[in-house]
């Protein structure tokens, strides 16, 4: 389809819209149906265009993008197969609250309704997994609807947008201007609030903050640990946010989700007000709403939450509090701190509770293989501060959780919605992003092999990652529900792998197997310091489950 009228093509109009809202990564697979947008992609040398392997790897690397800066991760696919595939880091980005935009090649608006080549209705595709779904329908809408996308995107609480680009709309040529960047309003929170919050504080004996959620920075995480350490309040991070508070800090608890710490259970159950920061509670928060319970908490709830849709959607709060994290947490820093005496020792026992689950015991049992305690704490020694940790599902990230401690924001980027796979393509995009920072990805064996593609768009790109993969030969977080539910009655979930070695060094990558935890310590020093991406096998106990449970047991 060719056009000679004057002015851009849509294609054009399209980036630089992108380029007006300060974009300056996009991941993609290259497709036909968008391929005005490629050529205008071949001038605009202030965006980085990562190609990957897999649709699904570029929606989970621009989700990955979108927790790292605040600011929505731009994914080009595919109509039809494309679109379906990239599916996979739209949910993710739904239920993690992360901004993103993902564009889909579209038909040409004349053949829809015929099932025509790849036909797909995305409204109905992506109803329930974004903020908005929408398609452009005419080439001067182009800087209107992009614009609108990255308000939407970025807005109360952050999330996926898809917006579909028939075909007729790309190849097409007009004249349009172009808008400047999108400018967000953020939600402050009302002085009344704030002196109910202090008051409802003030009178609790047993108090718990639960911090989650999105759209924070390096200032408002300063500022909510000032508010913390002046109140000497105990903290739980809810599941996989574990970087917004210090873990080193004399306030933080342990983090609410899976593999989640007997005692802190019975803390939260315990405590006679949650005020609640960010996150939804959602089911692995909460434990299934039985821990945290739903409508009703036995606990008073103050909710604090930027998206007014959320606050008495799922729990009924005492005080809602309609807010930003960022703005609420500079506001609750310049409280007057509050009289801590009632709860100085509530705090002080929780502590030294998180400091004893997360410190790894001396194995009880002899391991056939590496000691993942073991590996987690040589990380923890050895890593800076503002290592990013990457990974995606399975019983491994157990020990990830529980022994790994965060020291500075943006350092865990894991999927709330459970998505295996997602570990391996993060990491890529994080260390593209951040080339300076260390950057260790974790990943099961099973959780691996969703993506081992992207290693070459690792060495492609020039990513040297540390990739761990935990390999025990099943999908072990099945294997354990099975062993639960159907003892002895194994179904599905043993594995045949490739050489992992083999296979990373088939790329270019650097690789080597450990099978005893003391040989760890010095491949992985070889393995950062071979400066290209790095794969480390290592064979662990397929007996050991879980930090705490045994199958034999």
Not at 17 to 37: F, H, I, K, Q, R
Not at 199 to 220: E, N
């Amino acid at each position: 389809m060719s056009h000679t009228s004057k002015g851009r093509h849509g294609g054009e109009i399209l980036v630089q819209a992108l380029v007006c809202n300060a974009v300056d990564t996009l991941y993609c697979v290259p497709g036909e149906s968008y391929l005005p947008v490629l050529d205008a992609l071949h001038d605009k040398r202030s965006i980085r265009t990562v190609v990957t392997r897999h649709e699904g790897a570029a929606s989970n690397m621009a989700d990955a993008y979108g927790k790292l800066t605040g600011r929505p991760g731009i994914c080009f696919v595919t109509r039809g197969p494309g679109a379906t595939h990239a599916s996979n880091g739209v949910h993710t980005a739904k239920q993690d609250s992360t901004p993103m935009i993902l564009f889909v090649g579209q038909i040409e608006s004349s053949f829809k309704g015929r099932e025509a080549f790849q036909e797909v209705d995305y409204r109905q595709m992506f109803g329930d997994l974004a903020k908005w779904v929408t398609e452009i329908d005419s080439i001067e809408r182009i800087p209107e609807i992009v614009s609108k996308a990255f308000s939407i995107a970025m807005s109360g609480r952050p999330g996926p947008v898809v917006i579909g680009l028939p075909e007729q709309v790309l190849f097409g040529t007009a004249d349009v201007a172009d808008l400047p960047a999108v400018r967000i309003a953020r939600a402050s929170p009302e002085p009344q609030a704030l002196e109910e919050l202090r008051s409802v504080l003030g009178s609790a004996s047993k108090p718990l903050v639960i911090v989650g959620g999105t759209g924070w920075d390096t200032s408002s995480t300063e500022a909510f640990q000032q508010f913390i350490q002046a109140n000497d309040l105990p903290v739980a991070s809810s599941f996989r946010r574990q970087d917004l508070l210090d873990n080193r800090d004399r306030h933080y608890v342990g983090q609410l989700g899976l593999g989640t710490s007997p005692k802190l259970l019975e803390r939260v159950d315990e405590a006679d007000l949650l005020l609640v920061i960010g996150s939804r509670l959602s089911e692995t928060v909460s434990q299934g709403y039985g821990l945290i319970t739903s409508p009703a908490t036995r606990q008073k709830l103050i909710h604090v939450h930027p998206d007014p849709e959320e606050l008495n959607r799922v729990y009924r709060a005492e005080l809602p509090i309609l807010s930003a994290l960022s703005t609420f947490a500079h506001a609750a820093a310049a409280l007057e701190p509050l009289d801590t005496s009632r709860w100085a020792s509530w705090t002080a026992a929780a502590r030294a509770d998180y400091v004893q689950h997360s410190t790894p015991p001396v194995a009880h049992v002899q391991l056939d293989g590496v000691d993942m305690g073991a590996v987690v704490a040589h990380l923890n020694d050895v890593l800076p501060d503002d290592a990013i940790i990457t990974n995606g599902a399975g019983n491994y990230t157990v020990w990830v959780h529980r022994f790994y401690r965060y020291r500075k924001p943006a350092t865990e980027l894991a999927p709330t919605n459970g998505a295996m796979g997602y570990g391996l393509p993060a990491a890529i995009a994080a260390k593209l992003y951040a080339p300076e920072r260390s950057v260790v990805c974790f990943a099961g064996d099973g959780c691996f092999m969703m993506y081992p593609q992207e290693l070459a768009t690792a060495m492609q790109y020039g990513a040297p990652i540390v990739v761990i993969v935990v390999n025990n030969g099943m999908l072990a977080t099945i294997r354990m529900h099975q062993e639960r539910e159907y003892p002895g009655r194994i179904s599905a979930t043993e594995l045949v792998n490739p050489d992992f070695v083999a296979l990373a060094k088939a790329f270019g990558a650097y690789a080597e197997r450990v099978d005893r935890t003391e040989d760890f310590a010095a491949a992985f020093a070889r393995a950062r310091e071979s400066g290209i991406p790095a794969l480390l096998d290592l064979r662990t106990d397929p007996k050991q489950i879980t930090p705490q449970a045994r199958l034999d047991g």
